[in-house]
């Protein structure tokens, strides 16, 4: 498993984009994808050299992502890319850690499965199996 990106909750994508565009020099990598399945809107941003960041806005009936952005929003998970999903799911269980969605397409990945798992310390944990993006605007990671 590598890491693929890491994960910021935020009360409202476009500010979040020209926030880390302003602050870390980080442009837009995709388009806006709505994530029917886990109730967000989802972009990814990259820097040349750098780890793709990717910032998430709740939609209606998203409670809980929603009082977490309210009280100021943040980190959210680190997402690791992996060989098969199913497998990778299976070893982590092994090892302690609750798998908290399985895996089931993600509409930010051009429908490749994605799940979550919660870890020790409270990290929240996506799996993906696809370097894919849905909606890129680069041809590439940087």
Known sequence: MVIDHISFAVKDLEEGISYWNRVFGYSQLTGIVVNSRQ???VVFLSKEGSITIKLIEPTAGNLSLQNFVNRGGGFHHVCFRCKDITTTVAELNSKGLLTLVSPQPGEAFNNHNIAFLLGKYGLNIELIDT????????????
Do not use: H, N, Q, T
């Not at 370097?131 to 940087?142: C, H, R, T």
């Open 39 to 41: 109730l967000v809107r």
């Open 131 to 142: 370097v894919e993006k849905a909606e890129m605007i680069k041809s590439s990671l940087g």
